[in-house]
């Protein structure tokens, strides 16, 4: 029997998706507390032979609830909603960050714990954020998925997932992005694996993947990608069957910067998305193995619309804590902050100099007390700690409601913004939600509940495949497995 709606076609044993995302429920709960240890317990038996999680960045749950409320067209991701289980939302990270967030769903652990606090590294030299990324995967400092799939022999496979360039993984096209400086191929094609994968793709499937090497600079070359990803994770599924395949899409986050949560634009690149994702339905469907195959299609974080930016290292600047030279670089600094979308964590150059601290946090809780302020919240080192974010942080600021922070360390404290769309907000905020939906082996179909956290996606792919990470904070989404 098959479920047909809307032109989409899936069994009801076939694959699951989730579409993970941010909630508001308490996040106040989580503690410091050390990692459990590995127990000597039998490992739990398995529910699925494959997994394919594909992350959808910045995607609401109300998007795919709710589709035609946005005149919505994308039945795939209606039809995989309907004939599986889905959580109405899901609690992200602090910040709520494309880096840390999909660390956390490797890991099932907190930024705090893996490692990977932000998406790019801060200078501390210089007192300014890096134009590097985390990109490697030694930096993850605690148990992945893909390592506890490969202990038990399992074959994995990734294609744009961040933090994977060196990662024990059998098949590898890292997320790695060249700048025009170092524009070709050489050094992305170092960090594939194995080496001729990425000419064996192109005889493939006609599609040239070093251009997911480059940074898009429009939604078209973003979408272009994306599809290039697609089509590769669908070589992968019916060429090499990976056991977990992790699979990282962009262009619809990128969308909604460039044009705002809302826009044609955006809803009209997540419905070219939904097109992309019947291959990898239809990839699984011609495989023998498509009865024991699930799907989780999440997305790390939702979106909120800004239309000013809030430049927290001005407002350093004019207190004599930081020093800035005619070209914006900062020449010296006491306290320094880093901008992280929605939030900024304020850094103070001394961690033992107290004084510097409680300068910037009066000089900010100014600001915060007028009407009509950019700070929505001004977080302590502790509750940020609770959250499991960078303990090196003196404090934190949320931006206020179309806002977001900029690193820029002149001109006016607020501004008009040239982006339609943030995240990096804490993780409670309504417009932070993503959604989660598993359809396929090993699910209850049609179940819903109320409130996942994505610490929980870990666990429960390592439920599924039967395997077991060494640490994680998260359980197991219980109410949606057939056990």
Known sequence: MRLKSAGFTLRPSSLVCILAASLILGVAGYNQQKP???SNKPKPQKLSSYVVLVSIDGLQPDYIINPDAYKLRIPNLRSMRIMGAYAQGVESVYPSLSYPAHATIATGMLPADHGILSDHLFDEASGTESREWHWFAREIKTDTIWEAARREGLITAAIGYPVTIGANINFNLPEFTEEDSLAGQPQFR???N???LLDELFSAIKVDLSVTAHLAHTVP????QDQAKLAAASHFIEKYRPHLLLLHLASFDMAQHKHGPLSREALGVLEHIDEGLKRLTDAAERSEFYRETTFFIISCYGS??????????????KKGLLTADADGKVVSWRAAAQALGGSA??????PQDEKSAKEAEEAFRQIYEKPDSPIWRIVSRREASQLGANPRAAFYLDAAPTYFMSSRTRGDTVSKS?????HGYLPQRS???ALLIAVGQGIKPGRRVEYARLIDIAPTVARLLGLEIRSSRGRVISEVINQ
Do not use: Q
């Open 221 to 224: 070359d973003a979408e272009a």
């Open 431 to 433: 417009e932070m939600r």
């Open 418 to 422: 040239a982006n339609r769309s943030a």
């Open 36 to 38: 459990p240890k590995s």
């Open 304 to 317: 909120s619309r800004v239309e000013r930016e809030f430049r927290p290292n001005v407002v350093l600047g």
């Open 190 to 192: 170092h960090y594939i």
């Open 345 to 350: 964590a304020i850094l103070i150059k001394d």
């Open 194 to 196: 194995p080496p001729g």
